[in-house]
Every structure is written in structure tokens, then in C-alpha cells.
């Protein structure tokens, strides 16, 4: 399984960034998919997951209402729509992916993506 994160650059607080994440080298639809973050000198921590037909979708609560996930088992790709981005979403984000668990911790996946970089400015 091979994962290729883009999408990340520099916003504006109050911006919007669309993160994607194309999935290769595996039956994407087999597959849960999470991202992660991780921000300079802190843990990686969870934002999203989704689960291979999409119909679960758990948050971290610090991104309910503006972040979405969603992925196209067509085009083989997780997407992760981030809305009113605040300095504190500043982090290099991650996707992840896992045939059967569908968790909010690193450690439940076991393939990962290189990661984008998100820098939200003042």
C-alpha cells in the first residue's frame, strides 16, 4: 500500500484547505482510512477517520463542524475539507490506512502517507 498526501500550503486564519491523499499498490475500498496531525515539537494526534464504505466518519472533537472527510473508492482517494482553520491547526497531516481497524490512535494503522504540511498565519 503506497499513500501520497497534497493539498497542504499557507492560509489565513479563517481559511479554508482541502487535503487529498491517493491511495495505490491495494483495494482501496478494502480499506479504513484516517488523518492524523502533528505539529512541531507535540505528539501526532487523530482528526479524522473514515471507514471503507464511508458510513462512519469519527472526529476529534477539536475539528467537529469544521474539518470533513470523505473519500471516492472511484478515484481511489480520502479527502479531508478543512474550514475555519485557526493558528492551532498549524501541523503537518497525515493519512493512514488500515484493512480492519477503524481507530483514533497511530498505532491502529499501519500504512502511512509522507505528509502536507498546513501553516495557518495571523
Known amino acids: 500500500v503506497q499513500l501520497q498526501a497534497s493539498g497542504g500550503g499557507l492560509v489565513q486564519a479563517g481559511g479554508s484547505l482541502r487535503l487529498s491523499c491517493t491511495f495505490s499498490?491495494?483495494?482501496?475500498?478494502?480499506?479504513?482510512l484516517g488523518w492524523f496531525r502533528q505539529a512541531p515539537g507535540k505528539e501526532r494526534e487523530f482528526v479524522a477517520a473514515?471507514?471503507?464504505?464511508?458510513?462512519?466518519?469519527p472526529y476529534a472533537d477539536f475539528v467537529k463542524g469544521r474539518f470533513t472527510i470523505s473519500r471516492d473508492n472511484v478515484e481511489n482517494t480520502v479527502y479531508l475539507q478543512m474550514n475555519n482553520l485557526q493558528l492551532e491547526d498549524t501541523a503537518v497531516y497525515y493519512c493512514?490506512?488500515?484493512?480492519?481497524?477503524?481507530?483514533?490512535?497511530?498505532?491502529?494503522?499501519?500504512?502511512w502517507g509522507q505528509g502536507t504540511k498546513v501553516t495557518v498565519s495571523s
Open positions: 493512514a490506512a488500515h484493512p480492519l481497524r477503524l481507530g483514533v490512535f497511530p498505532r491502529d494503522y499501519d500504512y
Open positions: 499498490e491495494g483495494t482501496f475500498s478494502n480499506y479504513n
Open positions: 473514515i471507514s471503507r464504505s464511508g458510513g462512519n466518519t
